[in-house]
């Protein structure tokens, strides 16, 4: 059974730091989103990652795939209020005719002024 | 370009009683989604259809949900009688494709949720 799991589950941090989130997952997969959620809204994706080390940047955020390592990165540079959010990584299973979105646990972003 | 919509957006009922959420997906997407997202968790796949056929519902507590999806574009999901461990976020999503080629056109985009407590 695949399972997803992301590190830190909550981060508070200054503006203007740099921090990374980290999502691991337990069997193979090489196609991986990243998607934001703000409080009481729904989810809105960020990136999708479709090989072995992709690299998507936009604005601040930069998500990267690691298939062997079965490790996804997002990392904020410059961190600023508005990315305040939740963010959850979800990997692909693969499975016959479907596929299924497994999400991690989520990762609860907090940026201080 | 309109996004998935779904209503109600809030619903309070009493255990055992019936609810019935409903989602009409991006148009022209083939593949929609219900999701069920218990607060602090992220979301877990309940059912998938792929135009008006099931395509997975192994997550699908069968004995009091059900779906359908009958010209394959709206969608209803239905819990009865309701428990109270339903109360949750119920998402509900769609994309152009599915299938093992990857890219944009398989992205799920979701709509805004129905909240759901269970009193």
């Known amino acids: 059974e695949l399972k997803v799991e992301q590190n830190p589950l909550f981060l508070s941090m200054q503006e203007g730091k740099n921090y990374t989130i980290y999502c691991n997952y337990s069997t193979t997969s090489d196609r991986l989103y990243w998607y934001r959620q703000d409080p009481g809204k729904s989810l809105e994706s960020l990136f999708v990652l479709l090989s072995n080390g992709a690299v998507k940047q936009e604005g601040r955020l930069m998500a990267s795939l690691d298939t062997k390592a079965r490790l996804s990165t997002l990392h904020i540079t410059a961190a600023v209020h508005d990315l305040s959010a939740t963010y959850f990584c979800?990997?692909?299973?693969?499975?016959?005719?479907?596929?299924?979105?497994?999400f991690g646990t989520g990762t609860l972003l907090a940026v201080q002024p | 370009e309109a996004g998935v919509a779904q209503s109600p957006r809030y619903k309070i009922i009493e255990k055992r009683q019936s609810v019935a959420f409903w989602c009409n997906p991006i148009s022209g997407h083939a593949t929609l989604y219900w999701y069920q997202q218990i607060l602090g968790q992220g979301p877990k796949l309940l059912i998938q259809f792929q135009n008006n056929g099931v395509v997975d519902d192994s997550q699908l507590p069968k004995d009091r949900f059900s779906a359908e999806r009958l010209k394959g574009v709206d969608s209803t999901l239905k819990i009865q009688p309701a428990k109270l461990e339903d109360s949750a976020v119920y998402l509900c999503?769609?994309?152009?494709?599915?299938?093992?080629?990857?890219?944009?056109?398989?992205?799920?985009?979701f709509g805004p949720g129905t909240r759901l407590l269970v009193l």
């Open positions: 979800a990997v692909v299973r693969f499975g016959g005719a479907t596929n299924k979105l497994i």
């Open positions: 999503a769609s994309s152009f494709t599915v299938g093992t080629s990857g890219g944009a056109s398989e992205t799920q985009y």
